[in-house]
């Protein structure tokens, strides 16, 4: 093999090392409770060596988001690839999203961290030209189908809204639904009893419905086409969030 290829490569690895070890910190001790120097002391490396990787606490925090992101891309272009009209794929990237979240909730909360003024200054440049590299990859799916939609007659914008502002519109409102019913839904009196699953096909639907893009919730049957989603795309997601968050019902409609 390639010295320069094994050396990068040797480097990959030690870094999602270091990326592995904050989240079994921030596990045990929540995100205020990560510092550079619990890291230090748990990985066989020098103080030195992990600040060549990661020039600061924020600049690994970042690092992690960015982990994050990286797999969230994946489940959404698996997602894209459903076969079903371009209604049906956008569900099955709002699915993905709550899939993320329930397997990695500090990851996926990781995101808000990221947008700080704070974050953003003490982040090396080039993890921030990956994070925002990486919006554009999560974006590109949701993007290409607004435009199929629309070349199809699925979709016809409304007055003065661009395809950027529907897919963000959509990213927005899933990123709503899914925070405030990840962690302490139970203790919210307007949160009690809602499921997640259910909501965050509760919410596409009105939204979608709302945008007037077809076929709409009363012409199509997506109870059926949700299963097909959690069985086709992402049965092993799916089962392993079932054993997650066990007594939570599946969608029926």
């Not at 982990?67 to 009209?85: D, I, Q, V």
């Not at 949701?142 to 007659?153: C, K, N, P, S, Y």
């Amino acid at each position: 093999m390639n010295p320069r290829l094994l050396h990068t490569e040797q480097l990959l690895a030690r870094e999602q090392e270091l990326i592995e070890t904050a989240l079994s910190i921030m596990a045990r001790d929540g995100t205020a409770g990560l510092t550079m120097d619990k890291v230090v002391a748990r990985v066989p490396y020098s103080k030195g060596t992990v600040y060549n990787h990661f020039c600061s606490r924020e600049d690994l925090l970042t690092g992690v988001c960015n982990a994050g992101m990286e797999t969230l891309a994946g489940l959404f272009a698996r997602a894209a690839a459903f076969p079903g009209s371009t209604r049906e794929r956008l569900l099955a990237i709002h699915y993905a999203y709550l899939l993320h979240a329930q397997r990695d909730p500090t990851k996926f909360m990781l995101v808000i961290s990221a947008k700080t003024a704070n974050l953003i200054e003490r982040t090396s440049e080039r993890r921030l030209a990956a994070h925002y590299e990486l919006e554009g990859r999560l974006m590109a799916p949701m993007l290409e189908l607004v435009e199929e939609a629309i070349a199809t007659g699925e979709l016809t914008p409304p007055a003065g809204m661009s395809r950027q502002q529907i897919v963000f519109t959509n990213w927005a409102g899933s990123f709503g639904v899914i925070s405030l019913l990840i962690n302490s839904k139970d203790k919210c009196r307007g949160r009690t009893g809602l499921d997640s699953q259910v909501e965050i096909f509760n919410h596409a639907h009105l939204l979608l419905d709302g945008l007037r893009w077809r076929p709409l919730s009363r012409e199509w049957d997506y109870a059926a086409t949700q299963e097909r989603i959690m069985r086709e795309v992402f049965p092993r997601e799916a089962a392993q969030v079932d054993r997650l968050t066990a007594g939570e019902r599946r969608p029926t409609g």
